[in-house]
């Protein structure tokens, strides 16, 4: 894998990426999916995970979701909502259509002070993760942040699509490997060839698994690993502050050469992204050449009102009883489900299902019982290797999942007796 | 140009990009920028075009903002902020993270059906045009669009950065050539060379000028040429509807090799981004395989809360009286102050200073005399071309008006003078 990505054997044949093809192999998979009403859902919130359907076949029906990445049940919090809707009124703007190097609303400032002191980081915030992750890899290709010296830029396999995306930029300007899913001993040979080599990851991982950030960090120790991961679906679930799975590992002092991309929405609650970094340098740099920083990319007034209500609520005793109330139903639901995520604390959980049309078959039933869940095949997960993707969060009830994990221990059940 | 840039030719010396050599070229100009206060600006809104600053040296100060890409002066309106604040409420939610391909909020799905009918088109809404042409690149290059065909992509020189980003991406699906800016025996030579051919390039251009629609449609007509134009700053200033510079000039069905790129935030006065298409085909592909799509990248609430309100907007003669008033300012400036852009019904007009520290100094006279402007230099204008960039609104008062053309006179005058 790695060899067939370097630039050095970049051709025709040895591509970073290829739209036709995958459109070619997952066309029907999709064009299914849609026709079972899974994919293009639309609906309206209720309490808790509840959503009432608004268009389609089910149209009128309550589900249960399951799809929305909200782990701590922020995203309908009533201090958060207010805290969009007062940000708008105070601000009688919603958004300012010009480059956050020019023109900033005064709150984007004390959103990033405040996020800086919970995270311990300077923090700036963007409209997505997408974005934030998009601006900063050319910025780490180019070496500046290395005293001078490009880094070979080293790709997790399955760093987020949104990383992945940009390896053909990336190799404009560096040399680019991708190694197999958390090899550290790839990593480490990579490190001994190469004076500076940076390493671009996700946390948490969101088809499942994560970073082993402590021997991450012995590898930033014994050779200048830079680090660049992305903890979108790991913010605010860990951590007193709620710095998130990733953060809360590392040193009190973020340091020279590691950065953290996360989510505003998700776990935090609000919408949009952030980066974490560790010096003055580093965001001196990301103010003026970061490309949703140049042009008009900025959060919305009513997301950093959000963003803000949220980060009052990560200092007070809530957070910690909402990732206490997430844990007790990732358990509940690894004591009823086996998976390969069992005991892990993180909230995703993947259903091995295998055939792209029975995950498919497999998530219509669970819908058709009230439970929206995401089914997922290539290119997101490998080819064959199709299943359920289970988010869990902190306001699900008890009731619901021990449902959730009966239905689903029932179809397991029946796929084995078929097989 | 093209030819150092073709795939054939790309190495270490003839690259798409550059960030290293881009850093070191320019830290010195945004360094001088931001010491002058003129770049990281924070303030709050006023009145009109008037921000009172929240930080610097010159906090408290009140200016007149020339900075702002709201050209119809709706970023303010009292019935688009009313319908962030509206949807907020009903939705009881900010934002729902996942990805648009699972679930939405039923109100994007009236946002997309409302701003399908106003512009004649079957438009997808994104949270910033930014992520929008990050989707679309690739499927284009896919040849999906164009009977299975992969096309020679064709981007002018000048199309905005956050399409250029993403050359190396796309010369990874199909060959990939830059072009004089607006150069059409160019474009039409690619044409006669290759069966199937996609221009990428800007409606109206961010530092001055527009693309020749006409001739353009006569190439498309001529040799079937595939038009992905990005029209951010065109929209809402022509047409009944609004429609934009780029959609009021075609035909009334958009076709099969035409799409146009539009924001919600600049003219059209909310948030956010969009994308006119012209057949189902092409709606099918784009919400499946446009990376935003298919991750968490959707627009929150707020944002299509206040685009619904602006697109009611757009259907009240309030728009034609706003497109006048800013047509009226374009002319009082143009009669005072000669530009290249003379004569455009455009809003944007380039001042030349040449200098880079001259167009700071430019920049900051201006602003301690009210008036922020933005100092543009490379790599967003050519090395020793430095200005400033005015982007004219509906909403500036005249007589505001009238004292930044003194201005900019006096100083033009000291210049010549001097030298």
Redesign the interface.
């Known amino acids: 894998m790695s060899a067939a990505e370097s630039p050095a054997s970049a051709g025709r044949a040895a591509?970073?990426?290829?739209?036709?093809s995958?459109?070619d192999r997952?066309?029907t998979f999709?064009e299914e999916a849609h026709r079972r009403g899974l994919?293009?859902?639309?609906?309206?919130?209720g309490l808790g995970r509840a959503?009432s359907l608004?268009?389609g076949d089910r149209r009128g029906n309550t589900i249960t979701?399951y799809?929305?990445?909200?782990y701590l049940g922020l995203?309908?919090h009533?201090a958060?909502?207010a805290g969009?809707?007062t940000a708008?009124?105070e601000?009688?703007?919603?958004?300012?259509?010009?480059a956050?190097?020019?023109?900033?609303?005064?709150l984007?400032?004390d959103l990033e002070g405040t996020l800086s002191q919970l995270f311990g980081a300077r923090v700036i915030a963007y409209?997505?993760?997408?974005?934030a992750n998009?601006g900063a890899l050319?910025?780490i290709?180019?070496?500046?942040l290395t005293e001078g010296q490009?880094p070979v830029m080293v790709f997790d396999r399955l760093a987020?699509?949104?990383l992945a995306?940009?390896k053909?930029?990336v190799?404009?300007?560096t040399q680019v490997e991708t190694i197999p899913h958390s090899d550290l001993d790839a990593l480490e040979q990579i490190c001994r060839k190469h004076p500076v080599v940076a390493y671009v990851c996700d946390g948490v991982y969101s088809m499942g698994g994560f970073a082993p950030i402590k021997e991450l960090l012995r590898l930033q120790e014994k050779y200048g690993l830079f680090l660049y991961i992305d903890d979108?679906h790991g913010i605010s679930l860990f951590g007193n502050n709620g710095e998130g799975f990733v953060r809360s590992q590392l040193p009190p002092e973020l340091g020279e050469r590691t950065i953290v991309a996360a989510?505003l929405?998700?776990g935090f609650g609000?919408?949009g992204g952030m980066l974490m970094l560790g010096t003055v340098h580093q965001e001196a740099?990301f103010?003026?050449?970061s490309?949703?920083h140049?042009?008009?990319?900025s959060p919305?007034v009513?997301?950093v009102g959000?963003a803000l209500a949220s980060a009052k609520i990560h200092q007070t005793a809530e957070l910690k009883l909402r990732q206490e109330r997430l844990a007790e139903r990732i358990a509940f639901f690894d004591k009823h489900i086996e998976t390969d995520q069992r005991g892990a604390l993180l909230p995703i959980r993947m259903i091995k299902v295998g055939d792209e049309f029975a995950a498919i078959k497999f998530a219509e039933r669970l819908l058709d019982e009230g439970f929206?869940t995401?089914v997922t095949f290539f290119p997101?997960v490998a080819q064959g290797r199709s299943g359920i993707r289970i988010c869990l969060t902190a306001s699900h009830e008890l009731s619901d999942l021990e449902q959730l994990c009966a239905k689903i221990a029932c179809y397991e059940q029946e796929a084995l007796t078929a097989a």
């Open positions: 591509r970073f990426r290829n739209t036709a995958v459109i997952t066309r999709f994919m293009a859902v639309y609906g309206h919130s959503v608004t268009a979701d799809v929305r990445c909200s995203d309908n009533p958060i909502v969009a809707i708008v009124e601000y009688g703007s919603l958004h300012w259509s010009c956050r190097t020019r023109l900033n609303f005064g984007i400032g409209s997505t993760v997408m974005v998009m050319p910025i290709a180019s070496g500046h490009k987020h699509a949104s995306f940009h053909p930029v190799a404009q300007e979108a989510s929405g998700k609000a919408s740099l103010r003026c050449y490309l949703p140049a042009f008009s990319a919305n009513a997301a959000a929206y995401s997101t």
